[in-house]
Antibody, heavy 122, light 108 residues
Framework: QVQLQESGPGLVEPSQTLSLTCSVS??????????WTWIRQNPGKGLEWIGY???????YYNPSLKSRVAIAADTSKNHFSLNLASVTAADTGVYYC??????????????WGQGTTVTVSS | EIVLTQSPGTLSLSPGERATLSCRAS???????LTWYQQKPGQAPRLLIY???SRATGIPDRFSGSGSGTDFTLTISRLEPEDFAVYYC?????????FGLGTKVEIK
């Protein structure tokens, strides 16, 4: 079955760009109508949707992060990536990649990575 | 952007009891866009219910979803020890996806 794995630096300095990659195994990133998604969770807090890239290549971002976020896909490497610019301590948290889809009666994210912790600090 | 308000913040119950979790949307949403997740400490969220009513693959039938418009409910008919966790509702909007702040179901 499809599995996702996040990777990237665990420590990012303030004002720099946070860059993460989500590697997809067990399936092709462009094989179906999936939304390849990034979600984050600040320490002790709830979940926040960051954005997604659709299998067609279109992207949608959280309006509160839109000016700093870019999500891209590399089909040759079967992975998708997150870049978040000008980070501050408020961007510290666990970052998850996930696969969302429409299942006939509703939407859901049925496959998740294990999450990677990113700390913004000098 | 739709705001989702979950209540209560914490629910203290004993195994075997019934849990009723609420999710209220700031405006009416379509049934296809309302989803529930379960998250345990140190783990990624797990898809429970999509489209208000439909259980995801492998989810036991003690979990059920209901509601329409702005008011939605996740019910766990008889709590098992593994059900103590945080539950989030989520809305899939055309331009933004939002989560509620979660309800923690803890052992009384």
């Amino acid at each position: 079955q499809v599995q996702l794995q996040e990777s990237g630096p665990g420590l990012v300095e303030p004002s720099q760009t946070l860059s993460l990659t989500c590697s997809v195994s067990g399936g092709s990133i462009n094989s179906g109508a999936y939304y390849w998604t990034w979600i984050r969770q600040n320490p002790g807090k709830g979940l926040e949707w960051i954005g997604y890239i659709y299998y067609s290549g279109s992207t949608y971002y959280n309006p509160s992060l839109k000016s700093r976020v870019a999500i891209a896909a590399d089909t040759s490497k079967n992975h998708f990536s997150l870049n978040l610019a000008s980070v501050t301590a408020a961007d510290t948290g666990v970052y998850y990649c996930a696969r969302a889809s429409y299942y006939g009666s509703g939407y859901g994210m049925d496959v998740w990575g294990q999450g990677t912790t990113v700390t913004v600090s000098s | 952007e739709i705001v989702l308000t979950q209540s209560p913040g914490t629910l203290s119950l004993s195994p075997g009891e019934r849990a009723t979790l609420s999710c209220r949307a700031s405006q009416s949403v379509s049934s296809s866009s309302l989803t529930w997740y379960q998250q345990k400490p140190g783990q990624a969220p797990r898809l429970l219910i999509y489209g208000v009513f439909s259980r995801a693959t492998g989810i036991p039938d003690r979990f059920s979803g209901s509601g329409s418009g702005t008011d939605f409910t996740l019910t766990i008919s008889r709590l098992e020890p593994e059900d103590f966790a945080v539950y989030y509702c989520q809305h899939y909007g055309s331009s933004s996806w939002t989560f509620g702040l979660g309800t923690k179901v803890e052992i009384k």
